[in-house]
């Protein structure tokens, strides 16, 4: 295994050009991309923490699939910008400009390439982003992916009404840019034991190295401030009808203690043409969980490229 990752590696790096784009408010964005003109373009939204390196793996596994993938990093993470002096903290001022550099994404960087289609896959955080772009704009899409969509997110050990609370009194006297009561900065040092992530052991010690060797790419947990927006954005996303009329795939990891699956139910319970896989033993990162699951996930995505490609 850790020569296969080698060589992933080494693919991210002679495979992709990576470039800046201008988001919302004029932030300065990260991507990467291995696009030729004319393919079909699959876009990968990412999850709260995440970086673009740590997708290595997955593109070098669907190379096969004939598509052109594009990536970029959220702003105040990975390679981006980030927002607050102290750049642990995972910070944004409001939700949905993570929804307005997706928009910028596709139109600066994706279109121009004239790709075929466009698919989304995205994942935890990136699949509420992608859901409510989906929601806007369902005729600029062909397809959607959702990989452990943070359609809820864990609170424990505080009950969620009691977590709003302490969240909104934290706001109130301006308290935004705090780390959330039992997070603080990344933790170079965390044990495999101690993560809820995914059973591979292999995987989660790479993603930890690809930090220890840059450590600009660090993220510690979020703050109030991402928690309130996060909150109200998830209000939203389950209150209203989340009519998407696209071919969507969501995976869902039956041991994911990050995000709930009974609200990932609800939403695809709600979407016009969705396709619901659940592993029972799957965490939250099911695309670098052990190969039993990791396997059966990217078959499924390929299956389901297939199906919208034609």
């Known amino acids: 295994m850790r020569e296969r990752l080698r060589k992933v590696l080494e693919f991210w790096r002679c495979e992709f050009v990576v470039g800046e784009f201008t988001g919302s408010g004029g932030l300065r964005l990260q991507y990467a991309r291995r696009a030729v003109a004319g393919q079909v373009a699959l876009v990968v939204v990412s999850g709260r923490t995440e970086f673009m390196e740590k997708y290595g793996e997955i593109f070098?596994?669907?190379?096969?699939?004939?598509?052109?993938?594009?990536?970029?990093?959220?702003?105040?993470?990975?390679?981006?910008?980030?927002?607050?002096?102290?750049?642990?903290?995972?910070?944004?001022?409001?939700?949905?400009?993570?929804?307005?550099?997706?928009?910028?994404?596709?139109?600066?960087?994706?279109?121009?390439?004239?790709?075929?289609?466009?698919?989304?896959?995205?994942?935890?955080?990136?699949?509420?982003?992608?859901?409510?772009?989906?929601?806007?704009?369902?005729?600029?899409?062909d397809g959607l992916i959702l990989s452990s969509p943070m359609c809820s997110i864990n609170t424990l050990p505080f009950p969620l009404f009691l977590a709003r609370a302490i969240t909104r009194v934290a706001i109130i006297a301006g308290m935004e840019a705090d780390y959330v009561i039992g997070t603080g900065p990344w933790r170079s040092d965390l044990p495999f034991e101690k993560n809820f992530l995914t059973g591979n052991r292999s995987r989660f010690e790479h993603n930890l190295e690809l930090v220890r060797n840059n450590p600009a790419l660090a993220l510690g947990g979020p703050t109030f401030g991402w928690l309130d927006q996060t909150f109200a954005m998830l209000e939203n996303l389950l209150r209203e009808k989340c009519v998407v009329p696209l071919p969507t795939l969501l995976l869902q990891g039956g041991a994911d203690r990050v995000v709930g699956q009974r609200e990932q139910l609800k939403i695809s319970e709600v979407l016009t043409d969705c396709r619901l896989v659940c592993y029972s033993d799957g965490r939250h990162e099911l695309l670098m969980e052990d190969d039993h699951i990791r396997s059966a996930a990217l078959r499924e995505i390929c299956s389901f490229l297939g199906r919208v490609t034609g």
């Open 60 to 141: 070098h596994d669907l190379l096969d699939a004939g598509v052109a993938f594009y990536i970029y990093d959220h702003r105040g993470q990975g390679g981006s910008a980030r927002l607050l002096a102290d750049c642990q903290k995972g910070h944004v001022d409001v939700f949905h400009n993570y929804i307005s550099d997706l928009e910028i994404f596709l139109e600066s960087v994706v279109r121009p390439d004239r790709p075929k289609k466009i698919i989304i896959l995205s994942h935890s955080m990136g699949g509420a982003i992608s859901l409510l772009y989906a929601r806007k704009h369902a005729g600029c899409l």
